[in-house]
């Protein structure tokens, strides 16, 4: 046996003691253990006179290092975005998103969501918790 699978070995069975384990996830798999809801993102992004902004991107960012994960959506010619889908997730204090628009003159908005603005509905009492809307609407500044 191998220094490496040795000290796999040791550390697999120190974190199964402990109760923890590990999952791979299949495109469209599921997670054991871990709470889901369907969700519906939406809102719209307007300039600071009040013009929708077409073609901005609707980008989850990685609430750790704030880099890149997901473009979500991207804004329509009226301003307006919107996303359905099956979210899971680990009991996350914030979400982090970033509205960023195909035209250079604006400049990027993040936009960090506390998770305590989720309320969910139509939960079966186990891992579904049910439906929820998250709306966000934002104003880009233009770039100085």
């Excluded at 109760?19 to 809801?37: D, H, Q, V």
């Excluded at 998103?97 to 604006?106: A, G, P, V």
């Amino acid at each position: 046996m191998g220094i490496r699978r040795f000290f796999n070995y040791i550390l697999t069975s120190i974190l199964g003691f402990l109760g923890f384990s590990c999952t791979i996830i299949n495109e469209g798999g599921e997670e054991y253990g871990c709470p889901y809801a369907d969700y519906e993102l939406m809102g719209t992004v307007q300039d600071e006179e009040g013009k929708p902004i077409a073609d901005v991107d609707v980008t989850e960012l990685d609430t750790i290092f704030g880099l890149p994960d997901e473009i979500l959506a991207t804004t329509n010619k009226h301003g307006q975005y919107n996303k359905r889908g099956e979210w899971r997730y680990h009991f996350a204090s914030k979400y982090h998103f970033q509205f960023n628009s195909k035209d250079t003159q604006y400049a990027p908005l993040d936009t960090i969501i506390p998770t305590n603005r989720f309320h969910f509905s139509g939960g079966d009492g186990d891992w579904y918790d049910g439906r929820m809307t998250i709306k966000v609407d934002v104003v880009l500044k233009k770039k100085e």
